[in-house]
């Protein structure tokens, strides 16, 4: 199945390159740009085989805190039957090129490109790459966050394809959100969604809100507003903003500009322990 969603090769620059590039980190935001994603970055986790991984962000004192994103690249027959290695994790995967196959419980799920699926705490899965090609798919975690009296969310997959987006208000269908879960669901304490822009569609105001945010760029360019910086991204490059972090973007190009969000919602701040200023619980 052809993709649309970029995915990274790896490899390496040659010699004579020039080393300058877009990278970027500063107090409010980190831009990742494409060309960053080398070989010589990937990582490699514990159950896993014939996997590498590009770990594009981490919990971190004083700045994002509260999930890890990674860029998994799963080669033919690679896989894990013990993927998770915290009980209290629960995750996303979305699938941007090969084949796989997602094992949920007792029961198999196909993947290919568009495939999205949410991993509830403690569930039992297992994925591997079931085709010729290597697999390429996000993976977000989060610790999930209980509420009192709220159910735990269950485990879903659904595809890109099979959600249709919701237009935001006054935009005429020019900025729209894949929502793979309904914002009213409060047993969710975290939304990943697809943004699209279509050519010329803004977010016409400088958002400045609690929710972390990670910003994974599937398809087109764009030209974001981060802080105080306007930054021009393309399809592949990452961006990772910390609470309050001002933002607002235009889609540039002539295809539309879509893009992996991540958020964190629905709970409370934490007022004590890491991310806060008390230590501990109240005796």
Not at 63 to 86: C, I, K, L, R
Not at 112 to 118: D, H
Request: with cysteine.
């Amino acid at each position: 199945m052809t993709s649309s969603y970029y995915a990274p090769r790896g490899g390496l620059p040659p010699q004579d390159s020039l080393m300058t590039g877009r990278a970027v980190f500063t107090e409010a935001y980190c831009v990742i740009p494409r060309g960053c994603f080398s070989d010589i970055v990937t990582s490699f986790l514990p159950g896993w085989r014939d996997t590498r991984v590009w770990i594009i962000a981490r919990p971190m004192t004083g700045f994002a805190e509260t999930f890890a994103h990674y860029v998994m690249e799963v080669a033919p027959g690679g896989g894990s039957d013990t993927p998770e290695p915290d009980a209290g994790a629960e995750g996303v995967l979305f699938v941007t090129e090969g084949a796989g196959q997602l094992t949920l419980g007792a029961q198999a799920h196909d993947l290919g490109p568009g495939s999205y699926a949410y991993l509830a705490p403690a569930s039992a899965w297992q994925v591997q790459n079931s085709g010729g090609v290597p697999l390429r798919f996000h993976w977000i975690r989060k610790l999930y966050e209980p509420a009192p009296g709220i159910a735990t969310p269950a485990s879903f997959v659904t595809r890109d394809q099979d959600v249709a987006p919701v237009a935001m208000p006054g935009t005429q269908g020019r900025w729209a959100t894949t929502r793979f879960v309904d914002p009213m669901d409060m047993a969710h304490d975290m939304h990943v969604n697809i943004v699209t822009f279509q050519p010329g569609g803004v977010i016409p105001f400088e958002e400045t809100h609690v929710m972390e945010h990670g910003l994974y760029v599937l398809q087109g360019k764009g030209v974001y507003r981060l802080n105080r910086d306007w930054v021009e991204v393309e399809a592949g490059d990452y961006m990772w903003l910390r609470a309050f972090c001002p933002q607002a973007c235009y889609a540039a190009g002539p295809d539309p500009f879509r893009y992996l969000l991540y958020k964190d919602v629905n709970r409370h701040p934490r007022l004590r322990g890491p991310g806060a200023f008390g230590a501990g619980s109240p005796g």
